[in-house]
């Protein structure tokens, strides 16, 4: 009696885990067929454009694709069909400028972008189970805006987010510029930066799945590895990697004072002012002990202001 419960326990378990693997193939080839018919659409929208500068030309394809991405998330009720579009993108935008014109500065910032952009997909495939599974921050948002979520939805969670990734890639645009800088030691820091960015966001996310997977309670406070030198790891990744794509631009017009930089701005004031005063209101609220994490550990930078 006691050896076939457990084999139907076993049973029960492969024929859960069946399930939920065919949910989620289901759920990616959803996403997949979503994406190639954004990406179709802004070829499109790019090639019935020719009378606009490139850079324009190029954002009103991203603005397109934002928008038939923004049609899923409505039609399947959930907007994190739109997360991966933030790691998507910028490889694609940056190729795209690539096939056009084939530089070595190019090549190099695009072969980095799109080395973090596909870890940075892969994780969120780690992370997002199925079309049942929506971000907290998005269904606090429902919760708060009721019947005007959705065009709160459009503009904040689809359409601002396009436009920051947009700025972080004009850097691209300056790097493909007419009679670039030859290569030199900034592109070397340019590249050092880039790849320890994408360092430590990795590593940050695989201690935090670690964390979560062996945690003894929901309110245990991550203080390990890197999350024992700064508060927030990811985040300071992400944001080193669009310093350091900016580098790049810098070293291809010999200029740190540029449109570029607008880009990395605009990322850092996003993280600083919304992104992490977000998630520590939540963390606050949910974990009693991240209180004392907070008051001793260092926000982003380790040995910074806390």
């Known amino acids: ?15 859960c885990s069946a399930d939920n693997l065919k949910t989620m193939n289901r759920a990616i080839t959803l996403v997949i067929v979503i994406y190639t018919i954004a990406a179709l659409t802004a070829a499109l929208t790019f090639v019935a454009l020719p009378h606009l500068d490139l ?84 269904r606090r948002l429902k919760s708060q805006t009721g019947r005007l979520y959705w065009g709160v939805s459009l503009f904040g969670i689809h359409l601002f987010p396009t436009v920051l990734v947009f700025l972080g890639c004009l850097s691209f645009f300056a790097i493909a510029s007419v009679d670039p800088a030859p290569l030199g030691g900034l592109d070397i820091l340019a590249s050092v930066i880039l790849l320890a960015s994408i360092w430590v966001e990795a590593q940050a996310d695989r201690e935090l799945h670690h964390f979560r997977a062996n945690r003894s309670s929901p309110s245990e406070v991550l203080t390990l590895g890197l999350w024992a030198r700064c508060r927030h790891p990811n985040y300071l990744g992400e944001i080193g990697f669009w310093f350091g794509l900016y580098l790049f631009s810098a070293a291809a017009l010999d200029s740190f004072w540029q449109i570029a930089l607008i880009g990395p701005v605009a990322m850092l004031a996003l993280f600083k002012g919304i992104s992490i005063p977000m998630i520590e209101h939540k963390l606050l609220t949910e974990k009693p002990d991240y209180t004392q994490y907070r008051d001793k550990t260092p926000q982003l930078l380790p040995y910074g202001q806390r």
Do not use: C
């Not at 419960?5 to 378990?13: D, G, P, V, Y």
């Not at 991405?69 to 579009?85: C, E, K, R, W």
């Not at 972008?113 to 599974?133: A, V, Y």
């Open 1 to 15: 009696m006691f050896f076939s419960t457990l084999i139907r326990r076993k049973i029960s378990r492969m024929m």
């Open 55 to 138: 850079i324009y030309r190029v954002l009103m394809a991203d603005l397109t694709a934002t928008g038939v991405v923004f049609i899923a998330s409505a039609a399947f009720q959930n907007s994190s069909l739109y997360d991966p579009y933030w790691s998507l993108a910028p490889p694609l935008i940056g190729g795209f400028l690539l096939v056009n014109q084939l530089e070595p500065r190019l090549l190099l910032a695009v072969a980095l972008t799109s080395l973090w952009g596909g870890r940075l997909t892969l994780n969120w495939l780690k992370t997002w189970q199925s079309l049942d599974h929506e971000d907290w921050r998005y």
